[in-house]
């Protein structure tokens, strides 16, 4: 079992930074992607940033781009969300998510089924 614990979120005024962490722990822990979803109150699940763990290859959305930055500590099987400039619209509850299969079938790392592993979430709040 391979469990993903998000940290970092809270509350920010618009303009501000928060960083995110999400530690994954578990039996013989291998990701070969990591990804960062999040959803707003009455809004669908919504992709933010994807990872793959060995090259470093990462994926944003243009929503974010240029404002979130993820990037991995392979030796603390951490995965980080930098975000910066963030908006009011960014409020939403992040997760934190892992694929634990190959790319041989392929990977769109905007899709939440491209994934295997979700954490708990953690809140993020930007007031105006």
């Known amino acids: 079992q391979v469990q993903l614990v998000e940290s970092g979120g809270g509350l920010v005024q618009a303009g501000g930074s928060l960083r995110l962490s999400c530690a994954a722990s578990?039996?013989?822990?291998?990701?070969?992607?990591m990804g960062w979803f999040r959803q707003a109150p009455g809004k669908e699940r919504e992709f933010v940033a994807a990872?793959?763990?060995?090259?470093?290859?990462?994926y944003y959305p243009d929503s974010v781009k240029g404002r979130f930055t993820i990037s991995r500590d392979n030796a603390k099987n951490t995965v980080y969300l930098q975000m910066n400039s963030l908006k009011p619209e960014d409020t939403a509850v992040y997760y934190c998510?892992?694929?634990?299969?190959?790319?041989?079938?392929?990977?769109?790392?905007?899709?939440?089924?491209?994934?295997?592993?979700w954490g708990q979430g953690t809140q993020v709040t930007v007031s105006s």
């Open positions: 998510a892992a694929r634990a299969r190959s790319f041989y079938s392929g990977y769109s790392p905007s899709a939440d089924t491209s994934y295997d592993y």
């Open positions: 578990g039996r013989t822990f291998s990701s070969y992607a």
């Open positions: 990872i793959r763990w060995s090259a470093g290859t990462t």
